[in-house]
């Protein structure tokens, strides 16, 4: 049976980057937010969306990922009605990719919602992945173009690393490239061991 081994960390810890370590030893890795945008694309998604929110958060036929995400923002119902339409279509498609991955002994789900969708229940062991305040924002800024204000009202959306870490098996603390993949390495290490 395929082990499946969630991947979390709050915006900007480099979880990313973590799961990329694990893609380049020849591990499946699936990301669950890139998956969840190619699923916000499916015609049935649309439609439930559309339902939902109205279709002014539509353009040319497609979900205007701007609009949509500026009625969820500081609306958790509103969050809530739109995670109700996408969480069980991602947590199908993922299922299915798990099926298609089956040879191998474990995959990780990279996940930054992890805990707080409850997708962790699902996982065999969770690592969590997290940097200093200080780095995180600074990441955020220089790769969404986002000012300060907005990258901490986004950590604030979010679980603290200290809830993460306290329901994790592992813990990675991702300043140094160097550390983060001796790190990765020693864990993957424990990981093939798991069988």
Known sequence: MTKIIGLTGGIGSGKTTVARLFEAEGIPVYIADEEAKKIMLFP????????????????????????LSAIVFNHPEKLKQLNSIVHP????????????????????????????SGSYKYCDKIITVYAS?????????????????DVLERIRNQWSDAERISKSDFVIENENYAETKSKTSEILKILKNLQ
Not at 46 to 59: A, H, I, P, Q, T
Not at 133 to 149: C, Q, Y
Request: glycine share 2%; hydrophobic share 40%.
């Open 133 to 149: 305040l200080e780095t995180r924002i600074k990441r955020v800024m220089a790769r969404d173009n986002a000012s300060e204000k």
């Open 44 to 67: 049935e998604t649309v439609s439930k969306v559309e339902v939902v929110f109205g279709s002014e958060v539509l353009n040319d036929g497609q979900i205007d990922r701007k609009k």
């Open 89 to 116: 279509l991602v947590k199908k498609h993922f299922d299915d990719w798990v099926k298609s991955h089956e040879k191998f002994p474990f995959v990780i789900k990279e996940a930054a919602i992890l805990f707080e």
